[in-house]
């Protein structure tokens, strides 16, 4: 930027590969940022505000769609569940994940191999995670027939076959998926603690438990904030792992926001609802995520 | 490094303490790996064996029926032609658009962090943002644009998502590498009379292998495992492998063959699998920085 000021002003070649050419390289990248996502929310908010249905329509037409999801019986029924979804998906990834990382945090033998073995998952996609435990979920065949096979005979497990259950088998497949990387972050923040400050305190006196509960967990507010972000993100665009799963059923009992929006835009014509709830669901992730997302960066200007 | 590990295995090294940890820690990797074995023994059974069977029985005698079939042979939606083909669309999908939004990204990253212009900052600020945003509050447009623009086939139209929506992370991930490169290392080669690609190619891009690495991985999982855009995006015989097995396990007529949908999970599994454990410590480092960073 400062070493480019030599040459002559005007074109020269030189001008010409110090300043043109970054930008010249940078610029598909700008139009793709700034059409494809600023653009296109534009875009997505104004179908939401014209009666699109089977085909995009350009008038305006002012909130009826917005009147037409509030008043939506199943759209309200979606936001519930993932409120329950998502609360619960967090904060039991963030408790395995933090659990696990402090025992594995013990110098542990096999450490590498049993980090490896809570990792995978995060490898799989969310429509094998799904199929998967939609086998093992089954009441005919999976873990009930099992209980039953040991003698438990009148052992029931028909969560996900069971309306008022069938939400909570989400989020034992999405547990099940996520926490092992929750523990590998926690493990990271865990090993970029200053000894120094352990050992003072075990000089101190303070027992085991004591410093992890006044010490290292508190300093691990970074990775609490990172993990909580990337769990909420996850949560607010669920979508391949409940369609692999249930469906969104029994009925729309695992309706989510991101099937609701994907069923009334691509299966049922109803565009300018669909762009609606997709308007809803980034102003969900935006309020879950924004002020994270300041925090953090405010935290990073000052440091 | 943590000698926090040190540490505490003297606090609460001797004894019981230990077999509780080590019991809670052997007893978690069981239930990580359950749905593996699970899905494995149920793909070698038979269907017979499955019924008088339960989750955790071995199969009689390692049969490949299933497999056999899932490849080649099972209903996935109306045809029923296996997922075989389903998964080289896969491959043809996940290969360019990787190369391309790593190579770009490794460009956009070395401009952002060597060659800073006039709102360079801003536009980094708005990528970063970006990485955040809902996939649903962009789809109806690109469907729109990708009907206008013409371009028939599935593959090409995942490729361009996906490469759009992937270089914000790749440029991520080379942006916050290519800033802890000392900015003399540059300028001293522009003294010597090195431009922009020179520099690039020459010094930058060799010592940035290892993020090339992450990239690769990160980029390979997330298009590998994308659905939204698969089913969005393409259609018929040019959908990706995850929507394929979707259709193929969420098929409701016939017989349920769950031995031929565990067999198929596998193998819409066995790539990222083996990336996971062919890079896997990479692996790891791409998710924490990517995650850490933003």
Not at chain 2, 160 to 173: A, E
Not at chain 2, 247 to 258: I, P, R
Request: hydrophobic share 55%; glycine share 10%.
């Amino acid at each position: 930027m400062t070493a480019a000021r030599q040459g002559a002003p005007g074109f020269s070649l030189g001008r010409f590969a110090d300043v043109i050419l970054p930008k010249l390289v940078i610029t598909p990248t700008v139009i793709a940022c700034l059409v494809g996502f600023y653009g296109f929310i534009g875009w997505t908010a104004w179908l939401s505000f014209t009666e699109s249905r089977m085909l995009p329509k350009y008038e305006w037409a002012g909130l009826v769609q917005y009147q037409a999801l509030f008043a939506n019986e199943r759209w309200w029924a979606s936001m519930q569940n993932l409120a329950v979804f998502g609360l619960l998906f967090i904060f039991v990834s963030l408790a395995v994940g933090l659990i696990m990382a402090v025992l594995l945090d013990q110098k542990i033998r096999f450490e590498g191999a049993l980090r490896t073995i809570y990792l995978y998952p995060m490898a799989l996609s969310f429509i094998v995670t799904g199929t998967a435990w939609k086998w093992i979920l089954n009441p005919g065949l999976g873990i009930e027939k099992l209980a039953h096979d040991w003698g438990f005979s009148g052992f029931v497990f028909d969560w996900i076959v069971n309306p008022d259950y069938a939400i909570y088998t989400v989020v034992i497949a999405g547990v099940w998926q996520s926490s092992g990387f929750v523990m590998a972050l926690f493990l990271a923040g865990l090993r970029g603690i200053d000894d120094s400050i352990i050992k003072a305190a075990q000089v101190d006196g303070a027992s085991l438990p004591t410093i992890y509960a006044r010490i290292i967990v508190p300093s691990l507010r970074p990775v609490f904030l990172s993990a909580f972000m990337i769990l909420a993100h996850i949560a607010v665009k669920s979508f391949d792992l409940v369609m692999a799963l249930t469906g969104g059923g029994p009925g729309f009992a695992t309706d989510l926001p991101s099937i609701f929006m994907y069923q009334h835009s691509f299966t049922r014509g109803q565009l300018g609802l669909g762009a609606a709830s997709a308007m809803m669901m980034l102003f969900t992730a935006c309020a879950v995520v924004m002020p994270f997302l300041y925090s953090e960066l405010r935290r990073e200007r000052r440091g | 490094m943590a000698d926090l590990a040190h540490a505490s295995s003297a606090r609460g090294g001797a004894g019981f303490g230990r077999y509780v940890i080590y019991a809670i820690l052997v007893l978690m990797a069981l239930w990580y790996l359950a749905p593996l074995y699970v899905m494995l023994s149920t793909s070698f059974k038979t269907l017979d064996e499955i019924r008088a069977g339960n989750l955790l029985s071995l199969p009689g005698a390692f049969n490949l029926d299933a497999w056999r079939t899932a490849w080649g042979s099972a209903c996935t939606g109306v045809d029923c032609n296996g997922v075989g083909g389903y998964f080289s669309n896969s491959l043809k999908m996940v290969i360019p658009a990787v190369l391309i939004s790593t190579l770009v990204g490794a460009f956009n990253g070395y401009v952002l962090s060597k060659w800073r212009f006039r709102g360079s900052d801003a536009f980094f600020m708005a990528l970063l943002i970006g990485t955040f945003l809902p996939f649903q509050v962009v789809i109806l447009p690109m469907a729109q644009v990708l009907g206008m623009a013409g371009i028939e086939s599935s593959t090409g139209r995942l490729v361009l998502v996906h490469v759009i929506y992937g270089l914000q992370f790749t440029t991520l991930f080379f942006r916050n590498y290519y800033v802890t490169v000392p900015d003399e290392l540059v300028k001293a080669a522009r003294i010597d009379g090195a431009g922009f690609f020179r520099i690039f190619f020459k010094i930058l891009l060799p010592i940035s292998i290892p993020t090339v690495g992450v990239c690769i991985i990160w980029q390979t999982t997330q298009i590998w495992n994308d659905f939204l855009f698969g089913v969005v995006f393409s259609s018929g015989e040019g959908q990706p492998m995850t929507v394929a097995l979707n259709n193929l396990v969420n098929t409701s007529t016939g017989v349920k063959q769950y031995n031929v949908d565990m067999a198929a999970a596998i193998i819409a599994a066995l790539p990222t699998l083996f990336v996971y454990v062919v890079g896997g410590k990479y692996f790891v480092r791409g998710l924490t920085a990517g995650a850490v960073k933003g």
